[in-house]
């Protein structure tokens, strides 16, 4: 062999070691991440997911939610729960205004929970726990079981402005969605399976009150809207409404994590645009009529599509830090 080749097998190897350096370093979300370091994290999450869902139930949409909140600005890194004095973080940006806060109380009792159990102070991420404690509160109302990939790290960046771009809208159409859902990596299925989390949880009025009564600055209603529906809307929510009140997004089974939603929208009941355009436009239409037909196809579809949003720009390896407290960059 001429020095020269050897000299180019070298670089190669080189060049391999150094993309698995590159590899493990921005790493790879594992199930068993905290194996060695936490054993018991995710029953210590459990437990208390499971205890604040008794006192109230707005655990579980509220948590739900800020997942998908985290993921879409800044990717899953717990970004969406630091605060700041000054209210310049995400969380203060007028979208985020309706994050329910039982959501972050969630995480926070239960980063407390994992730091009160010494081995495991100061190991587990924000991210993660937010992460885990989602996937209870889709099994406590009724929704899939699944494993979740674990070894985020806690982002130190959170600003308001960083949202304006990142967060779908109520009255988006499904080609801004589609848009906004493929930024960030996921697809057309993940769109319409993520949207079934509308199963469980709670809108203000203000979110739909165009939709009751000034349909495109007419006074209209969306003739999109099943009429009956939109007549208990109107009751629930009308003209001048306390801008606190907020109304089931499933009228039909608001309490549990099932397939209902498809069916609804199947009826002209998809309480937002970016609801209902899912089966109003034809190009959605099938994957609504199937996940309203079958619902472990759209269980199976959501586990899939809610375990790649988890991995939405997450921070990992030497990225990011485990925060002390979730709400503080340490
Ligand atoms: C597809 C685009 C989406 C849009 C436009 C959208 C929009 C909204 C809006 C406007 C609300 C009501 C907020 C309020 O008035 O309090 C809401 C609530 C909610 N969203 Fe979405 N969302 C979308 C996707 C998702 C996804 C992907 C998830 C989770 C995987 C999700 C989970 C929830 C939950 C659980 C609630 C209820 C929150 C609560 O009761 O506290 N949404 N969403
Ligand atoms: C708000 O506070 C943060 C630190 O918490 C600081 O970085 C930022 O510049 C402040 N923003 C304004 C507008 O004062
Ligand atoms: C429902 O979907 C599942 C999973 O995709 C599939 O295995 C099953 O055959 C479907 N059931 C019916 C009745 O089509
Ligand atoms: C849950 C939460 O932190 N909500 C905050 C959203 O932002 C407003 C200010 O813009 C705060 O008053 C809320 O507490």
């Known amino acids: 062999m001429s020095s020269q080749s050897s000299l180019i097998i070298v670089l190669l190897l080189a060049n391999l070691l150094f993309l698995q350096f590159i590899a493990t370093s921005y790493g790879q979300l594992r199930v068993d991440y905290y194996r060695n370091s936490c054993p018991n994290v995710e029953s210590i999450v459990r437990a208390q997911v499971e205890r604040k869902f008794k006192q109230t139930f707005v655990t579980a949409p509220a948590t739900l939610r ?98 304006r771009h990142h967060l779908p809208h109520a009255d988006f159409q499904l080609a801004q969605l589609n848009a906004m859902f493929a930024s960030h990596g996921l697809t057309f299925v993940d769109l ?26 007419k006074n ?68 609504v009529n199937l996940f309203a037909s079958n619902s472990t196809a759209f269980e199976q579809a959501f586990v899939t599509s809610i375990t790649k949003l988890g991995r939405v720009g997450v921070k990992t390896g030497n990225q990011g830090e485990i925060r002390r407290d979730c709400t503080m960059v340490n």
């Open 66 to 163: 800020l997942f998908f909140h985290d993921c879409f600005v800044r990717g899953c890194d717990a970004s969406v729960i630091l605060a700041k004095r000054n209210s310049t973080a995400e969380k203060d940006n007028a979208i985020n205004l309706s994050l329910a806060g039982d959501g972050f109380d969630t995480v926070i009792k239960a980063k407390a929970a994992v730091d009160s159990v010494p081995g495991c102070r100061n190991k587990v991420s924000c991210a993660d726990i937010l992460a885990m404690a989602t996937r209870d509160v889709v099994a406590l109302t009724g929704g899939p079981s699944y494993e979740v990939e674990l070894g985020r790290r806690d982002g130190r960046i959170s600003t308001k402005a960083s949202v």
């Open 220 to 287: 209209r209603i969306d003739p999109t809207l099943n009429l009956g529906y939109a007549k208990q809307l109107k009751q629930m929510c009308p003209r001048n409404v306390d801008p606190r009140i907020a109304i089931n997004m499933d009228p039909t089974t608001p309490g549990t994590f099932d397939n209902q939603y498809f069916k609804n929208l199947q009826q002209g009941k998809g309480l937002f645009t970016s609801d209902q355009t899912l089966f109003t436009d034809t190009r959605s239409r099938n994957l």
């Open 192 to 217: 319409v399976a993520l949207s079934g989390a509308h199963t469980i949880g709670f809108s203000h009025c203000s979110q739909f009150s165009r939709r009751i009564y000034r349909f495109r600055s």
